[in-house]
């Protein structure tokens, strides 16, 4: 079993509409989790931190459900400038122990 | 966060030869890392550099295939070595900065093993 899954999308959305995407772990012992965003042929960026009282950034909301070992990101008013690939990343307090998902893709038409 | 610059952004090279990857920092950090991401997947660590000292390599990267060296807080290299076709892909270098397991990744170098 992978250690991070994510759905590959892709998330084809209108503008303006809400899209949620959700990430699984596998180990419970994942203590730090990230939601990077890589665009085409870019290096990722990270987009969020994920706190365990969940987190809101403007239009992007962050989850962590530790019970079902998922985190969950939000996007409200979908922007153009949203599509890219958003990769989930968790880690267990060690700098050896990042584990990425393989990214989910979304695309936001006009 | 950092600013981070890599050299080359691409190549195109021959098999048996060997390229080195350079990664700048503009700011001193402890942690540096190199990844790799094939076509269509996701980002594999190779290893972290450390400075003063050997890189410790991530299962399936071994040192004669990817020597690392960190001579100081601000710069790293990667080189690939006797390469093959399967070598072809991105390899990326990132910082943490903030102790809070944040990273953050260079621009990437673009591999090609023809």
């Known amino acids: 079993r992978k250690e991070v899954e994510q759905d590959p999308g892709p998330f084809n959305v209108p503008e303006g509409a809400t899209v949620a995407f959700n990430c699984t772990y596998s180990n419970s012992a994942s203590q730090s989790f990230f939601w990077y965003r890589q665009d085409c042929r870019k290096e990722p960026k990270l987009l969020m931190s994920?706190?365990?009282s969940g987190n809101e950034d403007g239009r992007f909301t962050a989850q962590l459900n530790r019970a079902s070992q998922y985190i969950s990101l939000l996007i409200r008013d979908s922007k153009l400038s949203d599509s890219a690939t958003y990769l989930c990343?968790?880690?267990?307090?060690?700098?050896?122990?990042?584990?990425f998902g393989s990214g989910t893709k979304l695309n936001v038409k006009p | 966060s950092a600013v981070i610059s890599q050299k080359p952004s691409r190549d195109i090279c021959q098999r048996g030869t060997s390229l080195t990857i350079q990664c700048q920092v503009d700011?001193?950090?402890?942690?540096m890392f190199w990844y790799r991401q094939q076509p269509g997947q996701s980002l594999t660590l190779i290893a972290t550099a450390n400075q003063g000292s050997e890189a410790t390599y991530e299962s399936g990267f071994v040192i004669d295939k990817f020597p690392i060296s960190r001579p100081n807080l601000t710069f790293s290299t990667l080189t690939v070595s006797n390469m093959s076709p399967e070598d072809s892909s991105i390899y990326l270098c990132?910082?943490?900065?903030?102790?809070?397991?944040?990273?953050?990744f260079g621009p990437g170098t673009r591999l090609t093993v023809t």
């Open positions: 990343v968790v880690n267990r307090n060690n700098f050896n122990k990042f584990y």
């Open positions: 994920v706190y365990s």
């Open positions: 700011s001193q950090v402890t942690m």
């Open positions: 990132s910082v943490e900065t903030s102790g809070l397991y944040e990273q953050y």
